[in-house]
Nanobody
Framework: VQLQASGGGLVQAGGSLTLSCAAS????????MSWYRQTPGNSRELVAS???????YIDLSLKGRFTISRDRAKNGVSLQMSSLRPGDTGTYYC?????????WGQGTQVTVSS
């Protein structure tokens, strides 16, 4: 399984960005796909995840601003982020849990200026 994250960039506070994760290899909707992030000075944390037949999970502190959805064209997931804050600045990683193994994308940088 290979994951390719894209869509990061520099945005002003209050703006929006959509991150995209393209997946290739032996992965299906039954597998869990997630977004994690690592903000400066903090450890990597779960942002959102999706598994077929279950409601999407969004970290409680991000609900209302972040949305995760399947990107069928890329066999992956997207993360729609709105009302961005400087505290959202960090590196965002795509993750897949497939047949008992975790796979990671390379990370995409999101920088929110005040």
């Amino acid at each position: 399984v290979q994951l390719q994250a894209s869509g990061g960039g520099l945005v002003q506070a209050g703006g929006s960005l959509t991150l995209s994760c393209a997946a290739s290899g032996s992965i299906s909707d039954l597998d869990t796909m997630s977004w994690y992030r690592q903000t400066p000075g903090n450890s990597r944390e779960l942002v959102a995840s999706m598994t077929a037949d279950y409601p999407p999970y969004i970290d409680l502190s991000l609900k209302g601003r972040f949305t995760i959805s399947r990107d069928r064209a890329k066999n992956g997931v997207s993360l729609q982020m709105s009302s961005l804050r400087p505290g959202d600045t960090g590196t965002y990683y795509c993750n897949a849990f497939v047949q008992g193994k975790y796979y990671w994308g390379q990370g995409t940088q999101v920088t929110v200026s005040s």
